[in-house]
């Protein structure tokens, strides 16, 4: 896969709503949030060019009978991917667009950890600058090695996780 970072695109939250509304039709009355996380949610953070959406639904085994419908969206089924109680969706092949990654409604610590990193790098842009600069390096020195970029994000991403989870349940 390759690695291309690049700089904030204002109509990424579009992008996102478009999808979102494919979601919820999908979805329906499971849903309880639907929520654009992920470096396109931030304003002005470099990314790659994938929309990350997160979806919180009442119950998680509900989502499984609906494979169908994401695939015929687009999306390939994941399943958890590495993530217990999470189920996770991705389009686009090599070429990736879209993420989706839903979360039930009890599953508090993950819901938490990706909007905290969205609402913190949102409003501390110093730490959303340093993130956006780091991508770029690691895009840069590996455009075709996914696996290598992410394990050069790793440290930062722990650190910056563990921040902002703090500063979001003291808010």
């Not at 501390?124 to 290598?148: N, V």
Request: proline letters at 5%; glycine letters at 6%.
């Amino acid at each position: 896969m390759n690695v291309i970072v690049t700089a904030y695109n204002p109509n990424w939250p579009a992008l996102y709503e478009q999808e979102a509304q494919a979601i919820r039709q999908i979805l329906g009355k499971e849903l309880i949030a639907i929520h654009h996380i992920g470096s396109t949610s931030v304003p002005g953070l470099f990314a790659k060019l994938i929309i990350d959406i997160m979806p919180v639904v009442a119950h998680i085994e509900a989502v499984d009978p609906l494979s169908a419908q994401f695939e015929a969206l687009g999306y390939e089924v994941m399943g958890e991917f590495g993530i217990p109680g999470r189920r996770y969706f991705r389009k686009g092949g090599d070429n990736r667009t879209h993420q989706i990654h839903i979360f039930e409604q009890t599953n508090q610590h993950d819901i938490i950890r990706h909007l905290a990193v969205r609402d913190f790098l949102r409003c501390h842009p110093q730490d959303a600058k340093a993130y956006g600069e780091l991508k770029q390096q690691l895009a840069l020195r590996f455009p075709q090695d996914i696996e290598s970029y992410c394990d050069g994000k790793d440290a930062f991403v722990k650190d910056l996780e563990h921040r902002a989870v703090l500063w979001y349940q003291s808010r």
